[in-house]
């Protein structure tokens, strides 16, 4: 079992960056790859970014590549999300989320979800 918590989110204007952190507790995050997922007002939870155990294998969704990186640091069982050039569109409740098996793209493949930070893009 691992709890993650999600830190970071807040108010930027359009062109701006965030950089958002989720820490895990419990067990070692080493063991999950991690993910990131963002929901809208009105909208469905969509994947953002992925990453593997490593760090070798990273994914992205199209509408956030060559914006926003994913990072980990597994001695501070911490994982990151680096958005620049942010967007109105960007905003929403950017949530992190665990799995015991390979790096993907699936939200059902997660297991573990920490319970979202706000990010809002003004234009």
């Known amino acids: 079992q691992v709890q993650l918590v999600e830190s970071g989110g807040g108010l930027v204007q359009a062109g701006g960056s965030l950089r958002l952190s989720c820490a895990a507790s419990g067990r070692t995050s080493s063991r999950y790859a991690m993910g990131w997922f963002r929901q809208a007002p009105g909208k469905e939870r969509e994947f953002v970014a992925c990453?593997?155990?490593?760090?070798?294998?990273?994914y992205y969704a199209d509408s956030v590549k060559g914006r926003f990186t994913i990072s980990r640091d597994n001695a501070k069982n911490t994982v990151y999300l680096q958005m620049n050039s942010l967007k109105p569109e960007d905003t929403a409740v950017y949530y992190c989320?665990?799995?015991?098996?390979?790096?993907?793209?699936?939200?059902?493949?997660?297991?573990?979800w920490g319970q979202g930070t706000q990010v809002t893009v003004s234009s």
């Open positions: 989320a665990g799995t015991g098996g390979l790096a993907t793209m699936k939200e059902y493949d997660f297991d573990y």
């Open positions: 990453i593997s155990r490593s760090s070798i294998t990273t």
